[in-house]
T-cell receptor
Framework: AQSVTQPDIHITVSEGASLELRCNYS??????LFWYVQSPGQGLQLLLK??????LVQGIKGFEAEFKRSQSSFNLRKPSVHWSDAAEYFC???????????FGTGTSLTVIP | EADIYQTPRYLVIGTGKKITLECSQT?????MYWYQQDPGMELHLIHY???????EKGDLSSESTVSRIRTEHFPLTLESARPSHTSQYLC???????????FGPGTRLTVT
């Protein structure tokens, strides 16, 4: 069955510190992987995506993610967190048909001064 | 800039009422989706559409219905609202070649 696991419900980091959000997936075919960010009262915005090729992908706002097939993981990283990064982050997986996408439960990020 | 709109943004309604949540996009995307989002839970797909006159139910059982008469419009209807329908509803559309989903701001529905 297709599923996405985000093991960290909530993470708190200091501004300027590095960040890593974990994502593990289960998918029966070649996965298309995504990270989205959601600010309060808003919809989701795409940060980055992986379809194929280089397993380290760069996204907007200084985020990057690394696809590791052997670990079924797609962790999101940022070297230096800004206060404006505080939000909810969702990992998602889909297939080449683009008909259905499966989301994790999200990780809530708090940034302290 | 993606343009996908949802109205109303907030709705409080009594049990048994019929409601329609509106979703429109101006990008010409063929595929559109409705998700239900509850705090601490994953987004659940409740309906999707490949294009005009094509709709499918998602994994989450839902008492809602959808229609797709025009490419840009994908409304969701609840014939008889119940308190269990209280949730946030997100509409999205997909650009076919990139599979990037563009999301609307959501409708927060409360059924009393």
């Amino acid at each position: 069955a297709q599923s996405v696991t985000q093991p960290d419900i909530h993470i708190t980091v200091s501004e300027g510190a590095s960040l890593e959000l974990r994502c593990n997936y289960s998918y029966g075919a070649t996965p298309y992987l995504f990270w989205y960010v959601q600010s309060p009262g808003q919809g989701l915005q795409l940060l980055l995506k992986y379809f194929s090729g280089d397993t380290l992908v760069q996204g907007i706002k200084g985020f990057e993610a690394e696809f590791k097939r052997s670990q079924s993981s797609f962790n999101l990283r940022k070297p230096s967190v800004h206060w404006s990064d505080a939000a909810e982050y969702f990992c998602a997986v889909g297939g080449y048909t683009g008909n259905q996408f499966y989301f994790g439960t999200g990780t809530s990020l708090t940034v302290i001064p | 800039e993606a343009d996908i709109y949802q109205t109303p943004r907030y709705l409080v309604i009594g049990t048994g009422k019929k409601i329609t949540l509106e979703c429109s996009q101006t990008m010409g995307h063929d595929k559109m989706y409705w998700y239900q989002q509850d705090p601490g839970m994953e987004l659940h797909l409740i309906h999707y559409s490949y294009g005009v006159n094509s709709t499918e139910k998602g994994d989450l059982s839902s008492e809602s219905t959808v229609s797709r008469i025009r490419t840009e419009h994908f409304p969701l209807t609840l014939e008889s609202a119940r308190p269990s329908h209280t949730s946030q509803y997100l509409c999205a559309s997909t650009e076919g070649l990139s599979y990037e989903q563009y999301f609307g701001p959501g409708t927060r529905l409360t059924v009393t």
